[in-house]
């Protein structure tokens, strides 16, 4: 099978450039600096210096040497390139050229964001089965709970590494959620049959302040949840195209298969948009009033050990 490669699937152009380019190590320190001053997310940071480097390393310049005709060409580049590219992928290589420009007091480009036809293409969903199958082929007690986390809450790959144990709320049976997308903090409700399985979990693996560790102890790493992931997908022969996110799609969509209001999905999954939940609703008609619960208690054939920690 062809593996499709993406925009994001490129290698540390950061180092590259770095290497490759007299002062480009010294710019990106000052450029990264500025902008955790400006309170800008991690993310943020890293998806910029990254299309930052990358477009500095075609052309072997600084960004402050980049003409918009190098822009332009580097986008045609790109759209030849790659069928079906992101349009966030050419937001954020403008908006780090815009954002460095500015923060090394340069006068601004005059250059838009490229035409990009858009596709709308409905989210990839799991059954309730396939999540079951899913949840029962993780390996280990340790990813079996950081997949239930993930399906239970909702959550997005950033918000699980960012999850401190003192973000489980066992006596009021919730789960806060800090700093999620557009710096916002939530709540959302704490399954029994996770909190079961995650006392299972903290009794073998002692985790200190993160919920999930790395083997240094710090958060845990984007590539192994990935990687989790795809081993259990694999090992329950999940033939759909799905990625981490595909869980927080199957979250919304089988929360409104089980009768959870429109508006209150909204507000568990963070979303600062109405338009953005109502992708899901093409699945089920929705019924009147509802109360918020997790998905993983009306799984049928999950359940877990009550042990105690």
Excluded: W
Aim: aromatic content about 10%; glycine content about 6%.
């Amino acid at each position: 099978m062809r593996k499709t490669t993406h925009l994001s699937d490129e290698p540390n152009f950061i180092q590259r450039a770095s290497d490759s380019i007299s002062g480009f190590g010294q710019s990106y320190e000052k450029f990264s600096k500025q902008l955790l001053i400006e309170q800008y997310s991690p993310g943020s940071i890293k998806s910029y210096g990254h299309k930052l480097a990358a477009i500095s390393f075609h052309f072997k310049k600084l960004p402050e040497h980049l003409s918009e005709d190098d822009c332009r060409d580097y986008f045609s580049m790109l759209l030849s390139r790659t069928p079906s590219p992101g349009l966030s992928y050419f937001k954020h290589t403008v908006y780090s050229l815009r954002c460095y420009r500015k923060t090394m007091h340069l006068s601004e480009l005059n250059f838009s964001l490229p035409r990009i036809r858009s596709t709308k293409k409905l989210p990839v969903v799991l059954s309730q089965s396939e999540v079951i199958s899913l949840l029962r082929h993780c390996g280990n007690i340790r990813s079996q709970s950081l997949l239930s986390l993930i399906y239970s809450c909702g959550l997005r790959l950033r918000e699980l590494v960012n999850m401190q144990i003192c973000d489980i709320d066992s006596k009021r049976m919730q789960v806060f959620i800090r700093q999620g997308k557009g710096r916002k903090d939530r709540y959302v409700p704490l399954s029994g049959n996770l909190l079961l399985l995650l006392r299972e979990y903290f009794i073998q693996y002692r985790p200190a302040v993160y919920l999930f560790n790395n083997c240094f102890g710090g958060q845990i790493e984007d590539s192994e949840i990935r990687y989790l992931f795809k081993q259990a997908v694999h090992s329950s022969c999940i033939l759909k195209p799905c990625t981490l996110h595909t869980l927080r799609h199957s979250y919304a969509t089988h929360l409104l298969e089980m009768g959870e209001n429109i508006l209150r999905i909204r507000d568990l999954l963070g979303h600062a948009d109405i338009k953005t939940t109502l992708v899901y609703l093409h699945l089920v008609n929705l019924p009147a009033g509802g109360y918020a619960f997790s998905p993983l208690d009306r799984l049928e054939g999950v359940g877990y050990n009550n042990t105690q920690p």
